[in-house]
C-alpha cells in the first residue's frame, strides 16, 4: 500500500537539481510532499491535486500524473537547507494518508 | 501560537506495560492521526480519526488503541500486545479532510523506549 519513492538517497552538491519519484498502484485524490529534518517533525510542502497541476515552493515544483498515478519533486538550484528526508504521502478517497519510505538528500557545500 | 502538543518528548517503558502517548492540538482542525516512524520505513499509519467519537485503524494498528472523546485530544496507548513498541511516534491532525487538500500539522514526536 506505501506508495514508492526514488531515489533512496541522493547527495548533491549545493547548487545542483534533484528529482524525487513518488509512485502508486492505486487510484489517488492527491499527493502530499513533506521535508523532515533529522529529529524533528515533517514540515508540509505541497499538496498535488488531481488533474495534473503543478505547484512550487520558493526553488521547490512538483507534478502530478494522474494517470500514471505519479508525482515528482523538482528541487532547483539545491540549497544546504534542502538537506533532510522528503516524504510523500498519497490519498485515496479513504482519506486516510498514506506515506512512502522517504528520500534522503544530503547537500554538499 | 496554534499547534500540536506532544508529551513526553521522551519516554521509557518495561517490556509488559501499557503506555498512553499523549496529543493534544488548538487548531480546530477535525481530523487527527497517529504515525510510527522507524528507521527506513517511513510513516507507518497507525488510527486516524475524522470526527470526534469516531476512529479508523490504519495499516498497523494491532496492539494499539485510541480514544477521540474531545476535538482538541487523540491520545494514543501503545498495549503489552505490541511487539514491537520502541519507535518515534508522531501525531497530525488537519482541517477539512474530506476535500482531499488539507496539509497535515506534525507535532514534535514522541520517542517510546521500551526495555
Known amino acids: 500500500q506505501q506508495p514508492v519513492q526514488s531515489p533512496q538517497a541522493v547527495i548533491l552538491r549545493e547548487g545542483e537539481d534533484a528529482v524525487i519519484n513518488c509512485s502508486s498502484s492505486?487510484?489517488?485524490?492527491?499527493v502530499h510532499w513533506y521535508r523532515q529534518k533529522h529529529g524533528e517533525a515533517p514540515v508540509f510542502l505541497m499538496i498535488?491535486?488531481?488533474?495534473?497541476e503543478q505547484k512550487g515552493h520558493e526553488k521547490i515544483s512538483a507534478s502530478f500524473n494522474e494517470k500514471k498515478q505519479q508525482s515528482s519533486l523538482y528541487l532547483t538550484a539545491s540549497q544546504l537547507s534542502y538537506s533532510g528526508t522528503y516524504f510523500c504521502?498519497?490519498?485515496?478517497?479513504?482519506?486516510?494518508?498514506?506515506f512512502g519510505k522517504g528520500t534522503r538528500l544530503h547537500i554538499l557545500p | 501560537d496554534g499547534g500540536i502538543t506532544q508529551s513526553p518528548k521522551y519516554l521509557f517503558r518495561k517490556e509488559g506495560q501499557n503506555v498512553t502517548l499523549s496529543c493534544e492540538q488548538n487548531?480546530?482542525?477535525?481530523?487527527m492521526y497517529w504515525y510510527r516512524q522507524d528507521p527506513g520505513q517511513g510513516l507507518r499509519l497507525i488510527y486516524y480519526?475524522?470526527?470526534?467519537?469516531?476512529?479508523q485503524k490504519g495499516d498497523i494498528a494491532e496492539g494499539y488503541s485510541v480514544s477521540r472523546e474531545k476535538k482538541e485530544s487523540f491520545p494514543l496507548t501503545v498495549t503489552s500486545a505490541q511487539k514491537n513498541p520502541t519507535a518515534f511516534y508522531l501525531c497530525?491532525?488537519?482541517?477539512?479532510?474530506?476535500?482531499?487538500?488539507?496539509?497535515?500539522?506534525f507535532g514534535n514526536g514522541t520517542r517510546l523506549t521500551v526495555t
Open positions: 498535488l491535486l488531481k488533474g495534473g
Open positions: 480519526s475524522q470526527i470526534v467519537n469516531d476512529f
Open positions: 497530525a491532525s488537519s482541517t477539512r479532510q474530506s476535500e482531499h487538500n488539507s496539509p497535515l500539522h
Open positions: 492505486k487510484a489517488l485524490y492527491s
Open positions: 487548531l480546530n482542525h477535525d481530523a
Open positions: 504521502g498519497t490519498e485515496r478517497r479513504d482519506d486516510k494518508i498514506i
